[in-house]
């Protein structure tokens, strides 16, 4: 016995320990909030005073000081997400993933971003403010790195710290770039479309109307397989760190305010992740002040605002991508035709680390417009040479410029020279001042063609007639400063007329647009509460008259109890996407059927890169409105043309059969709560199992839909069930009546530290529609407990 006691006791003793271990282990990595801490290059104290959410407001004597501590603390609370975010166009994921991104570091390594950005450093002006500050934000990053708490992550797969530096800034941006275009999505797609099934399908997807046409039944069904843009979505979908989709913004000048003063309100639409996409923090200095929100390892916040403006961004969408097919010297397959005879591809060579297999080496082909894509993606059946031509590598970058313009504005003249730097991506640029000014400028490089060519299309690169005529100036880009009607908006959609065309680009569809519209001409007396009651809003103006357009369609002489009792919901919805809604429920469903039933036949296995694109929904909200179309007839039919009244009732049949069988009979049971759902996953957490609960903040119940303000954005597949990926990464309501009680909210929280009271402590509030306060207020943010010094390190 006294043995086993011994034994029980040894085994309770190291219990003990390892339970004693893993906490003062985990205390360990926590970031630290209040005390005092040396550091190095700083002239003086810098003070930090952390808020109830874990915002940091920096105070220090200049301006080197404060980037270097908010260099500090940034890292603190998301070194893991700067260390991903800088691996991107690098093509450094494999090294820390292992070879299932391979893949994903070739695409990216080889589109070009680093050798811009070895360009655009070299060119840089080492004395400017700018670049003084982006060095000292990367100097307090890099004495956290080697003095502060290792990240869990960091641990888990063995990362080695490397120094940040200017480079990893670049490759930031040049991601950030490449995550708002849609053209490699949709261009290769529209290119077969017109080449495989020919120019009538073509044009009814390209936006044309067309009526009375009659199609010809192949004798044999051309097979679209859409791999490119199949390959682009999956490496996207492998990506561990959130692309950028869609934003609402809007600025309602004085006039229309219950107060006399401009109010300003943006969400940036972006997928989400855990961490959040925005990390938030609050600069002041005897001459300087600005609350920001920042990417990570971005030094200059690109929303912010202070006591005098406030702006934001929404994405332009406009077209900054062309691709060219090139022919090859069939002499020497290292040259291509140009229109003045054979020029030698450039040749780069390129070698990908992957952990725990060997090194894997390729070669990028580079033609005057571009990489060859050929190279870089796996799977491709196109044999001709396709070359990517992109504004952003094209032309001088000067996005470090622009960012800190636009933060350290001093007029609304003062940002517009900061707005006016900006080449790709293209961006709308959302002002609004104390002062009463409000604005917008759709910024970025404009360019044009002849005017016969079609850039939705994959161009000639061998004529030379299909090349860039001309750069616009900035003054011929969509923009508006002050207008009449006294707001300024942008959903993404389509501008107005620039140098006297309707500018190509891949705008999204009017629904969140016209809902902004229509809800900012009812009044002339907004409130910062009217605004954030807005900036959550779940109604969709379009999806009742696409139902409308349907239903007049459906034949309804054979309709179940359980179909009757759908379609009348359908006809009374006013388009709320609420969680007790059953229209959305069965909106969604038919909308799937409608699109497979009416798609599928032509399109085959390229139905899916075609519904992940903005055309799906542009296509079915005028194809809802035709008789005719080419689309109707199902070629898979012998001696037979369908109409759209079967087409209709077949899909409308179809989705009520399916949601009883998902749902139940009771169809004031189909809720949709029942089926929409949210989960923010970390790149770890994606594994699932433990990880996934350590790391993962979800899943949720939500409110809200795609393309409605408060855009929840999803898949509409076959499972019935739509896991929101995407969304308002941050909603921010500034009222200049009372800016320093302006508000915002993230999805989860201001920490990537998992061991952090801030990892995920705003994301009832935000799923809630509710708010946390920005402050401003000097004597407000002094009374927080935690306080963080810095003090010079001997």
Request: glycine share 6%; aromatic share 12%; charged share 25%.
């Amino acid at each position: 016995m006294s043995l086993i006691k011994k034994i029980l006791k040894i085994v309770v003793v190291l219990i003990i320990l390892l339970f004693v271990g893993v906490w003062l282990f985990v205390r360990a990595l926590k970031p630290v909030y209040d005390g005092e801490i040396e550091l190095s290059n700083i002239a003086g104290k810098v003070t930090v005073y952390y808020d109830e959410v874990g915002v940091p407001h920096i105070n220090a004597e200049n301006e080197e000081d404060a980037y270097r501590a908010l260099g500090y603390v940034h890292a603190q609370d998301r070194l893991w997400q700067m260390e991903l975010v800088r691996r991107i166009a690098a093509g450094r994921l494999s090294e820390i993933f292992g070879k299932e991104l391979v893949r994903v570091d070739t695409f990216f390594s080889g589109l070009g971003i680093e050798e811009a950005t070895e360009k655009t450093i070299d060119k840089l002006d080492k004395n400017s403010q700018s670049y003084q500050l982006a060095q000292s934000y990367l100097d307090g990053i890099n004495q956290f790195m080697e003095e502060g708490a290792t990240p869990l992550e960091f641990y888990m797969l063995g990362v080695e710290k490397e120094k940040y530096t200017l480079t990893d800034i670049y490759n930031v941006y040049g991601y950030m770039a490449f995550s708002f275009a849609v053209a490699h999505k949709t261009v290769s797609f529209l290119t077969e479309v017109k080449e495989k099934l020919g120019l009538a399908y073509f044009k009814e997807l390209n936006g044309a109307t067309f009526d009375n046409l009659t199609v010809i039944k192949n004798g044999t069904k051309p097979e679209l397989k859409a791999t490119f843009a199949k390959a682009i979505n999956t490496l996207l979908e492998k990506l561990p760190v959130s692309p950028f989709i869609g934003s609402n913004s809007w600025v309602i000048g004085a006039d229309k305010t219950k107060n006399g003063k401009v109010i300003f309100a943006n969400d940036p639409h972006i997928a989400f992740s855990q961490p959040s996409v925005w990390y938030q923090s609050h600069i002041k200095t005897p001459s300087y002040e600005m609350y920001g929100f920042n990417l990570a390892l971005t030094p200059f916040p690109l929303l912010g605002h202070n006591k005098n403006y406030a702006y934001g961004l929404t994405m332009f969408e406009n077209d900054d991508i062309d691709f060219y097919y090139e022919q090859n010297n069939p002499d020497n397959a290292l040259e291509y035709k140009t229109p003045v005879g054979y020029k030698k591809y450039k040749l780069i060579n390129k070698k990908i680390k992957v952990k725990g297999d060997k090194d894997t080496t390729y070669q990028v082909k580079v033609s005057k417009h571009g990489p060859i894509m050929n190279g870089l993606i796996e799977f491709l059946d196109d044999s001709r040479p396709i070359a990517m031509q992109w504004i952003y590598t094209k032309l001088n970058n000067e996005l470090l410029d622009l960012s800190y313009k636009m933060s350290h504005a001093n007029s609304l003249s003062d940002f517009k020279k900061g707005a006016r730097k900006l080449h790709a991506p293209g961006l709308n640029i959302m002002y609004g001042d104390a002062k009463n000014n409000i604005a917008w400028f759709a910024s970025g490089k404009l360019y044009k063609y002849r005017d016969s060519l079609n850039t939705k299309l994959i161009l000639d690169g061998a004529s030379g007639k299909d090349e860039i005529l001309s750069y616009l100036d900035f003054e011929e880009n969509p923009q508006s400063i002050n207008p009449k009607n006294n707001y300024v908006y942008s959903a993404n959609n389509q501008p107005d007329s620039i140098a006297g065309m309707l500018y190509p680009g891949y705008y999204l569809p009017e629904n969140r647009a016209r809902r902004i519209e229509n809800l900012l001409d009812a009044k002339n007396d907004f409130t910062k509460k009217d605004v954030a009651k807005m900036i959550y809003d779940v109604t969709s103006v379009t999806a009742p008259e696409i139902i409308s357009h349907l239903i007049k369609s459906i034949d309804k002489s054979k309709f179940s109890p359980s179909e009757k009792k759908a379609l009348q919901i359908l006809k009374t919805w006013n388009g709320l996407f609420a969680k007790e809604s059953v229209a959305p429920v069965v909106y969604n469903r038919v909308w799937y059927e409608f699109v497979k039933n009416t798609f599928k036949d032509e399109m085959g296995v390229a139905l899916e890169q075609f519904v992940s694109t903005p055309l799906e929904e542009k296509v079915v909200a005028s194809l809802v409105k035709r008789e005719k179309s080419v689309w109707w007839d199902d070629v898979t039919t012998k001696d037979k043309k369908e109409t759209k009244q079967e087409i209709v009732t077949k899909s409308f049949k179809n989705a009520i059969l399916f949601l009883q069988g998902q749902l139940g009979e009771n169809v004031y049971d189909w809720r949709w709560e029942r089926v929409a759902s949210v989960e923010y996953e970390h790149a770890i957490g994606k594994a699932g199992g433990l990880l996934r609960k350590l790391f993962n903040v979800g899943p949720f119940e939500t409110v809200g839909g795609d393309q409605v303000i408060n855009n929840q954005i999803y898949k509409i597949d076959s499972t019935g069930y739509y896991k929101i990926t995407a969304g308002p990464s941050t909603r921010r309501v500034i009222d200049f009546s009372d800016v320093e009680n302006s508000i915002a909210i993230v999805p989860t929280g201001q920490s990537g530290n998992v061991f952090s009271t801030y990892y995920k402590d705003q994301t009832q509030r935000y799923l809630d529609g509710e708010f946390v306060k920005m402050k401003l207020n000097e004597k407000e943010i002094k009374k927080t407990e935690n306080i963080l010094i810095f003090l010079p390190k001997n």
